[in-house]
């Protein structure tokens, strides 16, 4: 996968002032995969997960604008729960609707499809509408990268970050960072259906046998009555 050479517009000539830069850098994204890690062991509500997750990714990248997606392939449905954008927050993204609806001209729709991670500029984003490939949709990003949420070699959802500051664009050095990031949030995902679907399951034995022991105590009283 290329990504697209987005050169920082904060580069120092300096070299002994780059190498400084990048080390620091190298230990706020050390320190932030540290807490991403704890965070996984919580065992937190999801979107408590979700936001705690979005701080800690703001303090080592521009992550303002922050969404994480879950696609469901067998219902064919895609729902947003957590979604923070500074010019499009007005979107209701929780309901689950059709998939078809990212899958076939959105940035969303683009990695969730080729599953495979995507870091884009403007440049990059306008000739795949050029191709046809992608329609506008909300305000027009300046920079955007995107992960697939991938757990057991099957995707179950998106994560990404987005700029709209021309003077703050995503670099092929975050890849990495935000790669770990994908990776911990699909397990977190994961965690969260199964268990989901555990207690969807529970509900309908319970509900099962409560039938049943309706069905028993009516069928006894059909008796009682003949007898």
């Given amino acids: 996968m290329k990504y697209s050479n987005v050169v ?3 580069l120092d000539l300096n070299p002994q002032a780059n190498a400084d830069r990048d080390a620091q850098s190298q230990a706020n994204y050390m320190q932030a995969m540290l807490q991403i890690s704890s965070l996984q062991q919580k065992s937190l509500p999801l979107n408590h997960y979700l936001l705690q997750l979005h701080k800690i990714v703001n303090q080592c990248m521009h992550a303002e604008n922050f969404f994480v997606a879950i696609y469901n392939a067998d219902k064919s449905q ?32 683009y990695i969730l499809q080729r599953k495979q991670p995507l870091l884009a500029d403007k440049a990059k984003i306008d000739r795949l509408k050029q191709a046809q490939v992608l329609s506008s949709r909300g305000t027009d990003c300046t920079s955007w990268l995107g992960m697939p949420l991938i757990h057991h070699s099957q995707v179950w959802g998106a994560i990404a970050v987005q700029s709209y500051d021309e003077h703050k664009h995503y670099q092929t050095c975050q890849v990495p960072f935000f790669q770990f990031v994908a990776e911990q949030a699909a397990t977190c995902l994961y ?37």
């Fill in 78 to 109: 895609v729902s947003v729960p957590y979604f923070v954008d500074q010019h499009d927050q007005h979107f209701d993204l929780a309901t689950p609707v059709d998939a078809q609806e990212f899958l076939s001209n959105s940035l969303l729709g």
């Fill in 191 to 227: 965690q969260h259906i199964e268990l989901t679907q555990l207690k969807d399951y529970q509900h309908q034995l319970e509900d099962l046998v409560d039938w049943q022991v309706d069905e028993i105590r009516i069928l006894k009283s059909k008796l009682q009555k003949a007898s």
């Fill in 8 to 10: 920082s517009p904060y």
